[in-house]
């Protein structure tokens, strides 16, 4: 059981159950809150750090996957417990066209709402959440730290949810 | 504990739409997914040369495109490109070319390029400006993201991907690996 360390008084966020809701900074002066996106899918997107000395990290792939999510009408959110102007810094360096998300006051509150923080680290495991229209998890991975999960079991998660919806 | 339940797999086989060096009955397939303006894959390029000079005629080789368009602004008419050669019959030399030059992937370069390599560069030109072969670097990508390309360059050995370092020695040995494990299946 990977997930047994998660204290009884922490909400699990496991497939079927309500995603926990939560307001955070995504700029100095603007905030989301996932209450906000109910209606469209979305995916939350937790990993470490921005700054991730790669060209091909998390969330630059992402980046470049987000007309595939735009498919879906699914609205992406990754989230860390980085600050907001070190996102802004981050999201300017490597073009992102989509949120980041500060989880950083209180620290991690919201990745440890999710059962994905990681105390010793001090940061969020890499965790792909997908909620459905009507706010309810429907899908969780957890990656191994060191290795960035990709796109593909989201969009397979994503179908998933258009299936049950009667979609094409 | 089930860290790595499942093993990531290609989502679409190598087929004869794929730029492959190599035969079809090669033992193993190596699959990269690159960008052409990506330094780990201008760090990966002579570490391929090098395997498949040491496997010879039991390495197939097959390059797809992933370019990362947000972070390197040259990659996509780089990958349109190569395709652009490829239809003039020199994919690989222009995929030779393009890791070779990575510093310098202006249009004008890439036509310039297909001129040194003896194409109809008008023509070429005419395809980056069109983005003929737009369509055909999306799939690619598609097929990527579908696969689990997590990045670049991402490889795969007979269809599974290669999550463990890519340089010479560890990939070489999975190779020499998915060879054996080929010729016992076989």
């Known amino acids: 059981m990977p997930y047994a360390t998660a204290r009884a008084s922490e909400q699990l966020a496991l497939p079927g159950t309500r995603a926990p809701d939560f307001t955070l900074h995504r700029t100095p002066d603007q905030t989301v809150s996932l209450r906000d996106l109910r209606g469209r899918p979305v995916i939350l997107a937790f990993y470490p750090a921005d700054w991730s000395p790669v060209c091909g990290d998390q969330m630059a792939l992402y980046n470049e996957v987000l007309p595939e999510f735009a498919r879906y009408d699914a609205a992406l959110l990754g989230i860390s417990v980085d600050g907001v102007w070190c996102h802004q810094a981050f999201a300017e360096n490597r073009r992102l066209h989509f949120p980041l998300l500060a989880d950083f006051e209180p620290k991690g509150a919201v990745a440890q709402r999710y059962g994905v923080y990681r105390g010793a680290d001090g940061t969020s495991d890499r965790a792909l959440f997908v909620i459905d229209p009507e706010g309810i998890i429907r899908w969780r991975y957890v990656s191994p730290i060191a290795v960035n999960p990709g796109a593909d079991g989201i969009l397979r998660a994503l179908a998933a949810l258009n299936l049950k919806a009667g979609a094409p | ?186």
């Open chain 2, 1 to 186: 504990m089930t860290k790595r339940r499942d093993r990531v797999v290609l989502a679409v086989p190598v087929g004869a739409a794929d730029h492959a060096l190599g035969a079809a009955q090669a033992p193993v397939t190596l699959v990269e997914y690159g960008d052409f303006e990506c330094p780990h894959c201008r760090q990966a390029y002579p570490i391929v040369k090098e395997l498949q000079r040491r496997m010879g005629a039991r390495l197939r080789f097959v390059f797809r495109h992933f370019p990362l368009t947000q972070v390197h602004a040259h990659a996509e008419h780089a990958a349109e490109a190569a395709e652009a050669a490829g239809a003039q019959g020199k994919f690989w030399e222009m995929h030779d070319r393009l890791f070779e030059r990575q510093f310098a992937l202006e249009d004008d370069q890439l036509v310039e390029y297909a001129q040194e390599l003896g194409l109809d560069a008008s023509r070429v030109a005419r395809d980056l400006a069109a983005h003929t072969y737009e369509p055909r670097v999306r799939e690619d990508f598609s097929s990527g993201v579908r696969s689990g390309v997590n990045g670049t360059p991402t490889f795969f050995v007979n269809g599974i991907r290669h999550d463990a370092a890519w340089d010479l020695e560890p990939l070489a040995a999975a190779l020499e690996r998915a060879a054996q494990q080929g010729a016992e299946v076989g």
